[in-house]
């Protein structure tokens, strides 16, 4: 079985390959372009265990939230990967994957957080067993400390995890957090452990299902804004 995984939700392209006979992942930041770059990837990664599109049985990438072009980039090029072959193809939530990455440490929540712009961020807490304990959403970074205050120390994962840390100014409670110094970390291969167990309890994704934006794209707020100010 050959299983490709993938997550484009940040500048950061997450990419891993498990076949019978082999296993590859990648972590690519600097100098790439999902749009531009990602299907040429995808091909060198197949090409080194020597297999091609048409090879691959199981799809699996991470659905947002995070960059809605990267997001989108990333799934409709597995969807087309899928429609061009037989392979299945699931999503799992960007932020189970960061949490499940980290694994069981300390018995600490686990704050995997992701810069969403407009100085806040995307979040969810899970306990240390992965059990959710705070949905995923956006919030600023002050906002998101006094929400989980309570929890004594927690893990902060993520790319933009020193960024989240930054934008808190007491100190008292920045002490509470314990920085993921892994990161910028792959969590390919959790997306291959995620993915597989959705696909045995839930199956495949339906041919309709899209990224998780948790909040609208600045293109959709501008749209609506015009609409409104048009009907007025």
Known sequence: MNILSLDTSTEILSIALRTEKSYEERLIRGNFTHSEDLLAEIIDILERAGLSLKDLDILIAAKGPGSFTG?????????????????????????????ESVGQVAEYPILPVIDAKKNRFYYALYAHDMAPIVTVRDSAAENISSEIRDYGK?????????????????????AKFIVDRSCPRNIASSLIRLGMKKLEEDGEDDIG????????????????????????
């Not at 899928?82 to 949490?99: E, S």
């Not at 893990?155 to 920045?174: L, N, Q, Y």
Request: glycine fraction near 6%; avoid cysteine.
């Open 71 to 99: 997001l989108r980039v990333g799934i409709a090029t597995l969807k087309g990967i899928r429609a061009a072959g037989n392979a299945k193809l699931v999503t799992v939530p960007t932020l189970d994957a960061m949490a």
């Open 154 to 174: 927690v893990i902060v994962t993520g790319v933009d995890a020193d960024k989240f840390i930054a934008k808190i100014t007491d100190e008292e409670t920045r």
């Open 209 to 232: 299902e899209g990224p998780l934006y948790v909040r609208r794209s600045d293109a959709e707020e501008a749209l609506l804004k015009k609409m409104e100010e048009n009907n007025a």
